[in-house]
C-alpha cells in the first residue's frame, strides 16, 4: 500500500499545526473549578530547594504521528509479500514507540520541589513548574492550598 506524498504532507502539517494552538494571555490562568472557593494561605520560609521536571505529555497523537511516518519509511523496506509487510508493521511500531517517546521529551516541563517551614512549626513540599519566579533557602514565602488547583507557592509580600 503506497501512500501520495501529498496526503501525507497535508496529513503532517494539520497534526504538527493543531498540536500546539494556545492563545496567550497575560494573566495567570485558572482552571474553571477554583472560580468561587475557598483556599486557604499559609505563610513561612523556604529550606530546599530542588530541580525537577514535570513528566512530559503521552498522547496518541505522538504515537499515532511516529507510527505514519514509521509506515511511510517502512514502504521502502526491502522484501515483498510477507516480509514487505512485517518489515513496514515493524517500521509502524518502532515509529509509534519513538513519536510517543519524543513527544513526552519535547513536553516536559521545568519545576522546583519546593520545601517550606510554615510558621506554625510544620514542613511541606509542594512542586510547581518554573512559570516566573524561581525560590531560594531563605525567600518568605505564601502556599495557597485548595480549591481544586492544588497548592502553589508565591512570594510573600508582607
Known sequence: MKMNPRVFAWVACVGLLSAGCTFPSSRRIVPSA??????NVDTGTVTSVREVNI???????????????????????????R??????AAASVTGAIV??????????KRAQEITVRLEDGRTV??????TGGIYQDGDHV??????????RVTLATN
Do not use: D, F, W
Open 34 to 39: 477554583q472560580a468561587g472557593t475557598m483556599q
Open 55 to 81: 513528566e512530559g505529555t503521552k498522547s496518541n497523537l505522538g504515537m499515532l504521528g511516529g507510527g505514519v511516518i514509521g509506515a511511510a519509511a517502512g514502504q521502502s523496506a526491502p522484501g515483498s509479500g
Open 83 to 88: 516480509a514487505g509487510a512485517l518489515g513496514q
Open 99 to 108: 513519536g510517543q517517546s519524543v513527544e513526552e521529551v519535547a513536553t516536559r
Open 125 to 130: 513540599v509542594v512542586t510547581q513548574e518554573v
Open 142 to 151: 505564601r502556599i495557597v492550598n485548595g480549591g481544586g488547583a492544588g497548592a
